[in-house]
């Protein structure tokens, strides 16, 4: 059962993801693709409780402050 849930929500997130992308304009999605990774790193310490050293937090929040630079208008 969790297996089955676990792969309904992984097609419905794909799909949702396609669709945004047909949504949104080319440059906030490309950055949004780029921000990605980092937020990963954020969800799973705050989600699964992953530790995560000063080292990667600290690549992480300079991914961040690059992403900002990107997207600023």
Do not use: D
Not at 47 to 73: D, K, M, N, Q, T
Request: glycine share 10%; proline share 5%.
């Amino acid at each position: 059962l969790n297996h089955i849930a676990r792969g309904v929500v992984g097609v419905c997130a794909m799909g949702l993801g396609f669709f945004a992308l047909t949504r949104l304009p080319l440059p906030e999605a490309i950055t949004l693709n780029y921000a990605q990774p980092l937020l990963v790193v954020v969800f799973s310490s705050i989600f699964l409780g992953e530790a995560i050293r000063v080292y990667r937090w600290s690549a992480v929040a300079v991914g961040l402050l690059g992403v900002l630079v990107i997207s600023w208008p």
